[in-house]
């Protein structure tokens, strides 16, 4: 462990509610953009679903899974749609919709298509479109949104890597991601990264998830991450989801909680850059 934490962070109650506020209040600063999109994009069974449904969670004031979620040991993604679920707060919608899709292939299973993640960034597939490798999704593809508008694309992509998994990865996703960020960047959205399941590498953390900060085991996992991205660190932030647990704790929240303020900054730089 290291003497001190490498991020300042603040595990209180007080946090905790100043950063329901802070998420709760989230409007993106163009008046023609309603909500920001964020979509999750990693491989198969890295937590994207879970970071979801952990969200509403914190929100609903219990643990819920709103999307769907499959097994991390499996190799072939649960979720096979495009599914956008709008985060809501004492019944009302808030400003941000986390979309969720078919995770990304590692070889012994075909995941989703590099010109399928584009479309869906650039706002072009409808709702609940289920996504085949052989059927492309093209201006033939039922409800293509020929047209979109800045309420339909994506403002922020987050690369979700599972922290216990980052030294094992399959060598092509580095490429893969290499590539995906280089086309994600030419259409100028902006991209942050969550490395999930910090309990699982580090047993203090495992404990006591605030001592994230001060496990030598997530911060070399955190640079290994940034390295498979080809992403600088200060981009990357740690969460621990909500998987087996019944009930709500209030550290695990504004970790989850700080992850998604993080997030919604880097989506409304995105609106701001697009306004511009």
């Known amino acids: ?9 603040e595990w209180s109650e007080e946090e905790r509610e100043k950063l329901m506020a802070c998420v709760s209040s989230f409007k993106p600063m163009k008046e023609s953009v309603s909500q920001a999109r964020v979509l ?18 914190i929100f609903f004031g219990r643990v819920i899974n709103c999307a769907m979620v499959g097994s991390s040991s499996s190799s072939c993604s649960f979720t096979k749609k495009l599914h956008s679920f709008c985060i809501r707060g004492s019944g009302e919608a808030m ?3 986390m979309c969720d899709i078919m995770g990304i292939g590692d070889g012994e299973c075909i995941g989703l298509t590099l010109h399928d993640m584009l479309s869906v960034i650039k706002g072009h597939v409808p709702e609940g479109h289920k996504f085949s490798p052989d059927q492309p999704v093209g201006a033939d593809t039922e409800g293509f949104i020929s047209n979109p508008s800045m309420n339909d694309k994506v403002h922020c992509v987050v690369f979700v890597v599972d922290c216990s998994k980052v030294n094992s ?3 092509s ?3 893969t991601f290499e590539q995906l960020r280089e086309y994600i960047s030419h259409l100028g959205v902006h991209q942050v990264a969550l490395v999930t399941h910090v309990d699982q590498v580090c047993e203090a953390t495992g404990r006591d998830i605030t ?3 001060r496990s030598k085991s997530v911060q070399q996992a955190m640079t290994k991450a940034g390295e498979l991205l080809g992403m600088p660190t200060s981009y990357i932030v740690p969460v621990k989801n909500y998987c087996s647990e019944l009930n709500l704790e209030q550290s695990t929240d504004v970790l989850l909680l700080k992850a998604l303020d993080h997030i919604l900054q880097y989506a409304n730089l995105c609106v701001l850059d697009k306004g511009n």
């Open 1 to 9: 462990m290291l003497e001190k934490e490498w991020r300042n962070m």
């Open 40 to 57: 999750l994009i990693g491989p198969v069974g890295a937590g994207k679903s879970s970071f979801i449904s952990s969200i509403q969670s």
């Open 95 to 97: 400003s941000v919709v």
């Open 169 to 171: 990865y399959d060598k």
């Open 173 to 175: 996703f580095s490429a």
């Open 211 to 213: 001592q994230v900060y």
